[in-house]
């Protein structure tokens, strides 16, 4: 079956603009996660969606940043006013329905590259 | 708070030779989950296994083994007769049952198998 996609692949924008990252998680996954990963780093969390709400968004830097996940399987993040540090590789993972808490592996969409000149 | 640490950033070795990568973790959860991800130069994570702390056996998957001591905080991963497919970044996490819902990850270790 497939895997968690995300588009687009790259991303070039100008500091200052306006961008949004697409993730199509693995059919049947109600968990949707967004990571962000700077080079030479680990992934870091930024949210954590289960069906529709966000029940978790504290990694999100700040409230230049968003994400929407209205029909409980696409999701997209959002960044406002984007600025240089922002550069990185953004990652979407998906995982199944789990009975507790941290139950589930997640597996990884092949990311964005965002670029802020 | 979660913490993992993963202190060797490079490893370089020969094919064929046995390779271990070093975890250890951090957390006041009595209740939680590690995991070892590979993330290849296409730059996807790949899930290697998934291990909760109520369960210290250690596990043998093909070349992969996977030591988990709790009295130790580690979970390390060792690749048995190396190749050179085996060259990726490989990434510890936890994830705390009470604490949230992220992964929290090592910043990694780049193993590089030359011929």
């Known amino acids: 079956g497939a895997g968690v996609s995300q588009t687009p692949s790259n991303k070039v924008t100008e500091k200052g603009k306006y961008v949004e990252l697409r993730c199509d998680p693995i059919?049947?996954?109600?968990?949707l996660y967004w990571y962000r990963q700077s080079l030479g780093q680990g992934p870091e969390f930024l949210i954590y969606?289960?069906?529709?709400?966000?029940?978790?968004d504290s990694g999100l830097p700040n409230d230049r940043f968003f994400a929407v996940r209205p029909e409980g399987s696409v999701s997209t993040l959002k960044i406002q006013r984007t600025e240089r540090g922002d550069s990185a590789v953004y990652l979407c993972?998906?995982?199944?329905?789990?009975?507790?808490?941290?139950?589930?592996?997640?597996?990884f969409g092949p990311g964005t590259r965002l670029t802020v000149l | 708070a979660q913490k993992v640490t993963q202190a060797q950033t490079e490893i370089s070795v020969v094919e064929k030779e046995d390779v271990t990568l070093d975890c250890v973790y951090e957390?006041?959860?009595?209740?939680?989950?590690l995991f070892w991800y590979k993330q290849p130069p296409s730059g996807e994570l790949v899930f290697l296994i998934r291990?909760?702390?109520?369960?210290?056996q250690n596990e043998i998957s093909g070349r992969y083994s996977w030591n988990f001591q709790k009295s130790t905080s580690s979970f390390n991963f060792t690749i048995t007769a190396s190749q050179v497919v085996d060259s990726a970044v490989y990434f510890c996490?936890?994830?705390?049952?009470?604490?949230?819902?992220?992964?929290?990850f090592g910043k990694g270790t780049s193993l590089l198998v030359t011929p």
């Open positions: 993972a998906s995982s199944s329905p789990q009975g507790g808490r941290g139950a589930s592996e997640q597996f």
């Open positions: 059919s049947g996954h109600t968990a």
């Open positions: 969606f289960q069906g529709t709400g966000a029940a978790d």
């Open positions: 957390t006041r959860d009595t209740t939680y989950y």
């Open positions: 291990r909760n702390s109520f369960d210290e």
């Open positions: 996490a936890l994830r705390a049952s009470n604490s949230g819902y992220a992964l929290n």
